[in-house]
């Protein structure tokens, strides 16, 4: 299996540009969930969808953020704009969950994004 | 949503018992207790999940008490490589049927050689 794939595994840019980060979950996983993490506040999970349908954006930080997931076998995570303190690192994670699994949560390697 | 607190750090000496510990005294029945490790920015690895019962596999074992207040990983032989931030999670069961996973702050484990 190739795991969970993000990209770009960097970015840079400007404040005000528009960020778009990508993931390919395990083929078959029904989860896709969508971290940030930075020094001071840790992994915080901003969305999370199940079957390709979003359940709970609660941890998404303001409406400059937006996630989407067309298929199953992609997703996006968009802000704009950018702002420096949207600068992290940002995971997903995908996950298959039913009776006698044990859902495990497998995460990508990342995307850090830093905004100037 | 049930939250976990983790001691910031750790110290163990290389061959001893690494253990951690994690309280979830706000958990629910039917939800599992599961614990990553993070190594530099990497994305966090499974080590090991349990609900009730204690449980062991290649990597380590996990200790719950009775009254699934709190848990204890433990790493049997730490070495230089489990050096990482080991984190206790809780899976919740939302009440639309569907989980999400409420991670912890973490415990940074060292092991000194």
């Known amino acids: 299996d190739a795991g969970v794939i993000q990209s770009p595994r960097h970015e840079v840019t400007e404040m005000g540009q528009e960020v778009t980060l990508r993931c390919k979950p395990i083929?078959?996983?029904?989860?896709l969930f969508w971290y940030r993490q930075t020094m001071m506040r840790g992994l915080e999970l901003l969305i999370y969808?199940?079957?390709?349908?979003?359940?709970?954006d609660s941890g998404m930080p303001e409406d400059r953020f937006s996630a989407k997931m067309p298929n199953a076998s992609f997703s996006t995570l968009k802000i704009q704009p950018s702002e420096p303190r949207d600068s992290a690192v940002y995971f997903c994670?995908?996950?298959?969950?039913?009776?006698?699994?044990?859902?495990?949560?497998?995460f990508g390697e990342g995307s850090r994004l830093t905004v100037l | 949503d049930a939250k976990t607190t983790q001691p910031p750090s750790m110290d163990c000496a290389e061959g001893r018992a690494a253990n951690l510990p994690c309280n979830h005294s706000?958990?629910?029945?039917?939800?599992?207790v599961y614990w990553y490790r993070q190594i530099h920015s990497q994305g966090p690895q499974y080590i090991i999940h349990?609900?009730?019962n204690n449980e062991t596999n290649e990597m380590a074992s996990l200790i719950i008490t009775e009254d699934r207040k709190s848990s204890t990983l433990i790493l049997p032989h730490a070495t230089l490589r489990d050096t990482a931030v080991y984190y206790c999670?809780?899976?919740?069961?939302?009440?639309?049927?569907?989980?999400?996973?409420?991670f912890g702050t973490g415990t940074r484990l060292k092991v000194l050689a």
């Open positions: 994670a995908s996950s298959l969950i039913f009776y006698g699994r044990t859902g495990e949560l497998f």
């Open positions: 083929s078959g996983h029904d989860y």
């Open positions: 969808f199940n079957n390709n349908v979003p359940i709970d």
């Open positions: 706000t958990i629910s029945g039917n939800e599992y």
């Open positions: 349990g609900l009730k």
């Open positions: 999670i809780v899976r919740v069961k939302n009440t639309s049927g569907t989980y999400k996973y409420i």
